[in-house]
């Protein structure tokens, strides 16, 4: 039987987060190019750090999830989930009605797409 130890796990952690971490930086020169173009790739990884850290908060894991956590971040601003702008996020992300991450996820983006819409429509 295979054992492995901790030192094995941290360094699965880091190839696994390093991983995403590319991934999401063309995530975010593609679909939000005004922030790939004002923030420093040490700050774009700090943002994501962010992302991960804070939805592992409300139990949001999976990289699809943790990247819609982190393009809210980026269109709503980094704290989207504790502002007093945006009370329904913390409502949604907190709904212990809604067990499932993905759930939660796909309910937060839609309403943020419906906030973000009527914002641009003002």
Known sequence: MFKIDEK???A???TARGSFHQRM???IAEFFPEHDAT???EQKRALIDHGIERGRVY???SERDVCIY???MLAL???FDESETYPWAYEILT???VRLPRLKMDRLHARAIKEIEQREAV
């Open 95 to 97: 709904d212990d009605d």
């Open 59 to 61: 139990e949001i894991v």
């Open 39 to 41: 923030l420093d790739e």
């Open 77 to 79: 601003g980094p704290d």
């Open 8 to 10: 094995q796990i941290s």
């Open 25 to 27: 930086l063309i995530h």
């Open 12 to 14: 699965m952690e880091d």
């Open 70 to 72: 982190v393009d809210l």
